[in-house]
């Protein structure tokens, strides 16, 4: 296989990206990135859009999906799921139960801007104007650019240090055992995403990771754009020591300032040398 760039982790409109998967695989085209994984929030509804797009422009589409998920003392954990069956009737019934308790929690967040808003004098944000920058779910990035459009923030950074962060909903969240046996269950590889986002801690971070490969993890998102170099050399040595798949993501949202597809912290373009062991275990997987 030549080497060429990819990206493993992007989101679109239909969890709380700003771009539609059609979009997206564009600006992948735009930024010479030959493969690319439409991994949503709880949601698989934009995999279908970006595969045929894909197709026309060349781009390979990896299903795939972020779960947030807890274990132990640890909440809002992010886990990969890469290469499932996204018609999964079962699976399905799930992320859109999911769906309905986020669409609830981020009505709620809506609610409670608009109170911060009204003992402000300014005009609440509407519900309509939000959607119109979403197109599965609202998410907190879509309420963040609707305050933007209307001046009530100078970015989507300014949006959520003073609306969001502080008018925030706890999420519901996938058991991790369970999570990691439903992506196996339909035919996909779980990797933990953005790992020092757990803790910063080393040290801790190893056992971490050493309980969840017991648990049945595959592997772990090595290059992202939440670690620093010594950090992701630590990730790197952790993966190879324990034998779990290195992945490679920008975790893109089309609203970061500098973030940029097919790219990690200080400009890494991701290669296509990390795909042949992540599709051999997605092989391996299917055929149990």
């Not at 929030?41 to 807890?70: C, F, K, N, R, Y």
């Not at 608009?114 to 959607?131: K, M």
């Not at 949202?253 to 599709?279: C, M, N, Q, V």
Request: net charge negative.
């Amino acid at each position: 296989m030549r080497c060429m760039s990819i990206d493993l982790h992007i989101h679109t409109s239909y969890s709380d990206g700003a771009f539609t998967p059609s979009e997206i695989v564009d600006l992948a085209g735009k930024a010479d990135v030959h493969v690319i994984a439409i991994a949503d929030h709880d949601s698989v509804a934009g995999v279908g859009e970006a595969t045929a797009a894909g197709v026309s422009a060349g781009i390979e589409v990896l299903p795939a999906v972020e779960l947030s998920v807890q274990f132990g003392e640890w909440s809002d954990v992010h886990l990969l799921g890469y290469g499932i069956d996204c018609s999964d009737s079962d699976f399905l019934l799930n992320l859109n139960s999911f769906r309905d308790r986020r669409e609830g929690r981020n009505d709620e967040i809506l609610e409670r801007v608009n109170d911060c808003l009204q003992e402000e004098g300014r005009t609440a944000v509407r519900r309509q104007s939000v959607l119109a920058f979403a197109r599965d779910a609202i998410g907190r990035p879509h309420i963040a650019r609707a305050l933007l459009e209307q001046g009530y923030a100078v970015s989507v950074e300014d949006a959520f240090r003073r609306y969001l962060v502080p008018c925030n909903v706890p999420k519901s969240y996938w058991p991790m055992a369970e999570a990691i046996a439903e992506i196996h269950r339909i035919g996909g590889v779980a990797v933990l995403a953005h790992p020092t986002s757990i803790t910063k801690n080393l040290e801790t971070l190893s056992g971490v990771i050493a309980y969840l490969q017991a648990a049945g993890l595959d592997g772990i998102e090595v290059y992202n754009n939440m670690g620093w170099p010594l950090e992701i050399e630590f990730l790197r040595r952790t993966a190879e020591g324990r034998g779990l798949l290195l992945t490679a993501g920008s975790d893109f949202h089309g609203i970061e300032e500098g973030l940029e597809i097919g790219k990690g912290r200080e400009g890494l373009r991701f290669d296509s040398t990390l795909l042949a062991p992540l599709y051999d275990r997605i092989q391996q997987i299917r055929k149990k």
